[in-house]
């Protein structure tokens, strides 16, 4: 369930700013990852929050607007397809994620951060798995990112039409690599993920 249970814990630990950390687009092979932080206030009450993956498009895009307007403070960032080549797609998670926490108009002293593994920034930070589906604030984050990233996506149909990106957005599926097949890769597929395939069109 998901409530502030995590976040209350902490407060009483002293931890008075917190915000809730998530990805979107880990896993497409093309477009960016996107990151967002959020910091709620502790009494905030934001009805039908919950992990974005569980959400329908409709609702996820009425609470983009709903946390935006109610939280204390909110960042929204990404890495892009060359520098999830560079550094693995890892290392460009954790950069969206500083660079979201970075961009906070309230600093926090704690960052909640969704999944099992640490960005490493300057404040502290405690993991939690499954976090989307626990804590508030993480759940706002991964509405943020998301939406971000599908909106991102969807300019991308428009750029590259031939990749339909609007139904897919940019994951690996048995569309995407029909078109990939069809038309080769764009300036926003991520090459490190499409090795095999660029591989046998060398």
Known sequence: MVDYSIENEYREKGFN????????GRGPLAGPVYAAAVILPSDCVIEGLNDSKKLTEKKREALFDEIKE?????????ADEKEIDEINILNA???AMKRAIASL???PVLALIDGN???HTDIEEVT???????SMSIAAASVLAKVSRDRFM????EKYPQYEFARHKGYGTKLHYEKIAQY???DIHRRTFLKKILGEQK
Do not use: H, N, W
Not at 70 to 78: E, Q, R
Not at 154 to 157: F, P, T, Y
């Open 154 to 157: 969807l300019e991308m149909a």
């Open 184 to 186: 080769g890769v764009c």
């Open 117 to 119: 593994q640490k960005p």
């Open 17 to 24: 700013i917190i915000c809730g950390v998530d990805e979107a």
């Open 70 to 78: 109610k939280a204390l403070a909110y960042g929204i960032a990404s």
């Open 93 to 95: 998670t954790f950069l």
């Open 128 to 134: 939690v798995i499954k976090g989307d589906a626990k």
């Open 105 to 107: 108009s309230v600093r």
